[in-house]
């Protein structure tokens, strides 16, 4: 999909279709007064009939002649005095699915901001880009014969903003599809099936990756890792026929003298659990347990689209969690590449034991600033359901850096406390710690237990499982939180 952007009137721009937007209560922007003076009040003539409250995210369309569009949707924002980023997202998001459904191929699209700053018109156009581009994403690549779903028409968005320079305009909008391109990676490494997607798959994604936009690559196999003793990611994919990875991809844009910030991804390409074996039960859904690797690998494919002038490293721990005669037992005990060790009382706890060499290895790299993201625990989908991601932090303005991310960039997530007595769950009787730290606050001890690896470093753990995919009819991978991740590498831009 294609899009553009402009600052003058939006009458003026070509296309086949036209979106106007309409508060309730009669309000109306400068350009929906003028669209309907056009057409001789035939806009409001539908208001005041009644028939149309402007509420948010109700579309109506009208096919007017003699008309510079062939077609018009009108957009209800609701009403003026509660119009905010959330309530454009919502009706974004409907009017998307508005566009898509039509044959509609050019929409030129020109919405007021919530409030009249910089951020909100940059905030509002990610949202527009995001949702647009999302809306027409399909995975249907193993449907064989016709597909079901109908051809999507639109392929061009102009986009109209106002109180802005056009090259700003233009920079947003370039930055809106980076990011939706990640997101798109994301989803559709996330919606590939697990004997699709194995750790060797994820490794040539980051490989094609490095290729096409000039990252240096590194991959670690289980040999070479055995030779480094990161022993509780091998205790993982021991059991597993196929080879664990861990695969280091570097985005160099920034100075050579700046620090790195690095993205770590849990890549477990199936979680059957382990011999701690998971009912059966929407097991498939396991395949997403690679999810934190795939929003690793679009947050780089973002920023190096956009050419960010940052460093970021990508580390992706991609391992398949497998029941066999050479698997991890409850009761093992291993010593991990930090040389603590560790006694896996539950092979299902398996996220964290891949991470935890993960973390330790990142510190070669003295980042920055470290953020990983997993498909950790099902207690965060308990705490936060499936609109909010878990964030934790041994570190108070990386943790706010994070909530202002995902605010911005509507990607949101939430903090929940590190605190001491959680870590002393953890405690065991015969190593240095135990990997499940009892019934209560999974999601907490679950991230005490990497803390412990990351100490000296400025880290925080986003737990994505319940915001990485959805279940039910609609099944598939979100693509979050790549809109986060991305908005926060780049506000580190302005910071300075
Ligand atoms: N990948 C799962 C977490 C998960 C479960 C994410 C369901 C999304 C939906 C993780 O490896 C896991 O199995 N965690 C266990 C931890 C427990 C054994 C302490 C869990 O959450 O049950
Ligand atoms: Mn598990
Ligand atoms: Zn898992």
């Not at 999601?443 to 994505?464: K, P, Q, V, Y």
Request: contains cysteine; charged residues 20%; glycine residues 10%.
């Amino acid at each position: 999909m294609k899009f553009s952007a402009f600052i003058s009137d939006a009458l003026e721009q070509k296309g086949d279709c036209l979106v106007l937007p309409a508060f309730s209560e009669g309000q109306a922007e400068p350009v929906f007064d003028q669209a309907d003076q056009v057409l001789s009040g035939a806009l409001t003539a539908r208001i005041k009939a009644g028939d149309y409250q402007a509420e948010a995210g109700k579309t109506f369309w009208l096919y007017p002649e003699g008309f510079p569009f062939s077609r018009v949707v009108v957009l209800g924002l609701g009403k003026r005095q509660e119009y905010s980023l959330a309530v454009a997202r919502k009706a974004v998001r409907s009017l998307a699915s508005t566009l898509k459904g039509s044959a509609a191929k050019t929409a030129v699209i020109s919405l007021p901001a919530a409030a009249d700053t910089e951020e909100d018109s940059r905030a509002l156009t990610e949202a527009l880009v995001l949702a647009l581009h999302g809306a027409t994403y399909e995975f249907n690549a193993y449907k064989s014969g016709k597909s079901d779903s109908k051809k999507i028409s639109l392929s061009n968005i102009k986009l109209g903003l106002s109180n802005v320079a056009l090259k700003q305009a233009r920079e947003w909008v370039k930055q809106a599809r980076a990011m939706a391109i990640g997101v798109e990676l994301a989803k559709d490494l996330g919606n590939q099936p697990g004997n699709v997607c194995t750790p060797t798959f994820l490794t040539k994604q980051a490989k094609k990756i490095a290729k096409d936009h000039n990252l240096e690559l590194e991959t670690l196999g289980e040999k070479e890792m055995k030779k480094l003793g990161m022993n509780t990611f091998l205790s993982v994919s021991k059991g597993s026929t196929e080879e664990g990875q861990l695969i280091i991809l570097q985005y160099k844009g920034g100075k050579s003298s700046d620090k790195s910030h690095v993205l770590v991804g849990k890549g477990i390409t199936f979680d059957t659990g382990g011999i701690s074996l998971k009912p059966g039960l929407n097991m498939d859904e396991m395949k997403y347990d690679m999810c934190g690797a795939a929003s690793v690998l679009g947050t780089l494919l973002a920023i190096a689209e956009m050419k960010a002038p940052i460093n970021v490293i990508g580390l992706v721990a991609a391992a398949e969690n497998m029941p066999a005669g050479n698997a991890s037992k409850p009761g093992d005990i291993v010593k991990s590449l930090s040389g603590q060790t560790v006694e896996i009382l539950n092979t299902d706890a398996e996220g964290r034991l891949v991470l935890c060499d993960t973390l330790t290895y990142a510190k070669r790299f003295e980042p920055a600033s470290i953020v990983d993201i997993a498909t950790l625990t099902g207690a965060c989908i308990v705490a936060l359901g499936h609109h909010t991601s878990g964030m934790l932090a041994n570190n108070d303005e990386l943790a706010k850096e994070l909530l202002d991310a995902g605010q911005q960039s509507g990607d949101r997530c939430w903090q929940l406390p590190l605190w001491p007595e959680y870590n002393e769950q953890l405690n065991s009787n015969f190593a240095d710690m135990q990997n499940i730290g009892g019934p209560g606050a999974g999601t907490i001890t679950a991230a005490c237990f990497l803390s412990r690896f990351t100490e000296g470093m400025n880290w925080a753990h986003l737990d994505i499982a319940g915001t990485a995919w959805v279940s039910g009819k609609d099944k598939g991978a979100t693509g979050r939180p790549v809109p986060l991740l991305t908005r926060y590498l780049l506000n580190k831009l302005n910071a300075g």
